[in-house]
C-alpha cells in the first residue's frame, strides 16, 4: 500500500495515528539535528519531522532528498507546536518512522510553486511538471466541476451533447502543406466548424450543447520548430435551430 492516507486531509483529530503518505518532496530544511520535509500531493502539503537524536540515519537519508523526489513516509501524527494558519494541516506534522525513496528527480527547470520562476514558453515545454502548480490544478478542477454540472443539468433538457471536428480550415487559414503536417497535428484557432453545426442541424438535431478545444492565437511551424507547445482552452456553447412558433426557454 503506497498510503493511507493524502498529503492534505491529516487533521488535530488524527493525532496519535499511524499513517503511510506519498507524494512528492516540496522542500527539505535542516535545522540543527532535524530535518523537516514538506511532502505534497494533488490533496495538500503535509510537514514531516526527522529527528537525529531518534534516527540518525533516517535523518541523514532525509537531508539528501531533492525537490520533486517521488518518496513514501510512514510515522505517527503529532500536533505541531508552531502551527500554520495558512495550511489545512497546519496543525499537524508527522514524526517519521520509516523512509523509501520510491523515485528520485533531477532538478527540475524551474519552480513548482504558485508563482513559479519560470516563463510560458518553459512552463509549456514541461507541461506535466507545471500541471504539479497549485494554480492549473485549480484551473483544472474549475473545469472539471463545470463539465460536471453541465452534464447534471442536460438529461432534464432536450439538448444533445455533442463535439464537432475543430481541424476544418477557414477562409483566413489555407491548408497546412505535408511538410507542416509532419511537424505538427495542431488545429489553429481560426479553423471553423460553422459546416459542422449547420450538417447537425439539419440533419436531425434542433438543439445541441457543444464542448470544443481551443488554442493559443500566434501558434505557427516556427514556434514548433522552438519547442513551444500550445495552451488549450476547452469552451462549450450551445445551438439552437428556431423556428416561428418556438421559444428560447428549456
Known amino acids: 500500500m503506497f498510503r493511507t492516507k493524502t498529503c492534505g486531509e491529516l487533521r488535530l483529530s488524527d493525532v496519535g495515528s499511524q499513517v503511510t503518505l506519498s507524494g512528492w518532496v516540496q522542500r527539505v530544511r535542516k535545522m540543527g539535528g532535524m530535518a523537516f ?34 518518496v513514501q513516509v510512514t510515522g505517527t501524527v503529532a500536533e505541531r507546536t508552531s502551527k500554520n494558519p495558512h495550511l489545512p494541516t497546519g496543525d499537524i506534522e508527522i514524526i517519521a518512522g520509516a523512509l523509501r525513496v520510491l523515485n528520485p528527480s533531477e532538478v527540475p527547470p524551474f519552480t513548482i510553486e504558485d508563482e513559479s520562476d519560470g516563463g510560458d514558453d518553459l512552463r509549456m515545454r514541461y507541461r506535466y511538471l507545471d500541471l504539479r502548480r497549485n494554480p492549473v490544478r485549480r484551473n483544472l478542477e474549475l473545469r472539471h466541476r463545470m463539465t460536471m454540472e453541465v452534464r447534471r443539468y442536460l438529461p432534464d433538457r432536450p439538448l444533445v451533447s455533442v463535439s464537432f471536428g475543430i481541424s476544418e480550415p477557414g477562409p483566413d487559414c489555407p491548408l497546412l502543406s505535408p511538410a507542416d503536417i509532419d511537424l505538427v497535428l495542431v ?64
Do not use: M
Not at 41 to 46: Q, V
Not at 210 to 231: D, I, K, M, W, Y
Open 37 to 70: 520535509l514538506d511532502l505534497r500531493d494533488r490533496y495538500g502539503i503535509t510537514q514531516i519531522v526527522f529527528d537525529n537524536s531518534s534516527d540518525a540515519a533516517l535523518t541523514d537519508a532525509a537531508n539528501h532528498l531533492g525537490r520533486e523526489y517521488v
Open 187 to 250: 488545429p489553429a484557432v481560426c479553423y471553423d466548424r460553422q459546416g459542422y453545426r449547420l450538417g447537425f442541424g439539419g440533419g436531425y438535431y434542433d438543439r445541441w450543447l457543444e464542448h470544443f478545444a481551443g488554442f493559443r492565437v500566434g501558434l505557427c511551424r516556427s514556434a514548433v520548430l522552438q519547442n513551444r507547445v500550445p495552451t488549450q482552452t476547452h469552451d462549450a456553447r450551445v445551438d439552437v435551430l428556431i423556428t416561428e412558433t418556438e421559444s428560447l426557454s428549456f
